[in-house]
């Protein structure tokens, strides 16, 4: 689930007004997100209430126009589509940018491997049941788990392809905690990608337990990976990735 984002990220939304009135050039009427903060979410303040509502890296933003000291903008796609948004000056031209996502999908394989029973998770500190398989995207090979819960419904996804769609919302930063603990680099944790199968509750993450998701156990794999995901559109302006998922799982529920 979505969550205020944790004290480690910078509010993005707001900046120290400078005295001296900025002269640039007009900026141009699409920008897109180039750069974001540790857990890969920029605030921006929405036209209206006011809300501080989050945004991922490559998101586009069309309209774009300044007036009094901020940076206005409309998001033309995620679950913000259509919401006018703002940013400060300052903080517009340290997180926005020219560069747009490839206008293709990514390429996204996972191969199933072995079922390893009473697998150790150093981060929680406990013992899980894993059906390990293997990622791969661009040069990018990643261990993950596919499920880790058994017996409750949660089952492994079935061999196939399916689209990974742009993430939704902040996830809690709770739910990835202990797993900063183990990898105090971390970064992007909170960015989760749905993948499209049944109520699209399944995602590609990082952690060690899966509830039938994509969960990517190789942290240190994880900014490349979220690169790799990211920089990419399919022409359905939804999703960002075709996930191909190869083999048979060794246990299936």
Not at 69 to 81: M, S
Request: aromatic share 8%.
């Amino acid at each position: 689930g979505a969550a205020i984002p944790s004290a480690r990220i910078p509010p993005t939304g707001e900046v120290t007004q400078t005295t001296q009135p900025t002269r640039s050039t007009p900026a141009p009427a699409v920008l897109y997100v180039n750069k974001v903060a540790s857990d890969g979410w920029p605030q921006a303040r929405a036209e209206g209430s006011g809300e501080r509502l989050s945004l991922s890296k490559y998101t586009r933003l069309a309209n774009v126009q300044t007036r009094g000291g901020r940076i206005y903008f409309k998001a033309a796609e995620g679950v913000h589509q259509g919401r006018t948004l703002s940013l400060a000056q300052a903080n517009a031209q340290e997180y926005l940018g020219n560069r747009a996502p490839t206008a293709k999908a990514a390429q996204l394989t996972v191969t199933y491997g072995k079922y390893e029973s009473g697998w150790y998770s150093q981060a929680r500190g406990d013992k899980l049941d894993q059906q390990l398989a293997t990622l791969e995207i661009d040069a990018v090979s990643a261990a993950v788990t596919m499920n880790s819960v058994w017996g409750t419904g949660f089952t492994p996804l079935p061999p196939g392809q399916y689209k990974v769609l742009l993430p939704d919302v902040p996830h809690g930063a709770n739910m990835t905690r202990p797993y900063r603990r183990v990898e105090p680099a971390l970064v992007f944790d909170q960015v989760w990608f749905p993948i499209q199968h049944g109520d699209n509750s399944r995602y590609v993450h990082i952690g060690n337990l899966s509830d039938g998701c994509v969960t990517v156990m190789d942290f240190a794999k994880w900014p490349a990976i979220h690169e790799a995901l990211l920089s990419h559109r399919s022409p359905d302006g939804k999703s960002v990735a075709l996930l191909t998922v190869k083999g048979k799982p060794q246990r299936e529920r």
